[in-house]
C-alpha cells in the first residue's frame, strides 16, 4: 500500500511533471476572521527538472464526497508562494473561485 508522501510525490509528477524528493512536514494552521479555515500537515518537496520552481508544497484533505473522498494539492513555490503558509492559503483562494 501507498503511504501518504509516495502519494503525493505521484501527484506532483503528474500535475508538475517533476520528480521530488520529501524534505519535511509542516503544521499549518490557517486562520480567517478569528475562525481555523484550515489545520493539517504540509508536506515540502524539493523537485528536480521543473523549469521554474525548486520546492512544492503537497497535502491530501478529505472531501466528504464518497465517490471522490480525497483531494490532493500540490503548490508550486513561485512568489508569492514561498512557504508551506502562502501555498495554503493560495489554495483556499482557488479553491474559493472555483466555487463561485
Not at 32 to 40: E, K, L, R, T, Y
Request: net charge negative.
Amino acid at each position: 500500500m501507498m503511504n501518504d508522501i509516495e502519494e503525493l510525490r505521484k501527484v506532483i509528477r503528474y500535475l508538475h511533471d517533476a520528480d521530488a524528493e520529501h524534505i519535511e512536514s509542516v503544521a499549518v494552521k490557517e486562520m480567517f476572521q478569528g475562525a481555523i479555515v484550515w489545520d493539517g500537515v504540509v508536506e515540502v518537496f524539493r523537485l528536480m527538472g521543473h523549469p521554474k520552481a525548486k520546492f512544492a508544497y503537497a497535502w491530501a484533505h478529505e472531501t466528504g464526497n464518497p465517490t471522490n473522498p480525497k483531494r490532493h494539492i500540490a503548490v508550486l513555490h513561485i512568489p508569492p508562494v514561498i512557504s508551506p503558509e502562502t501555498a495554503v492559503r493560495a489554495a483556499i483562494i482557488q479553491e474559493q473561485r472555483e466555487l463561485n
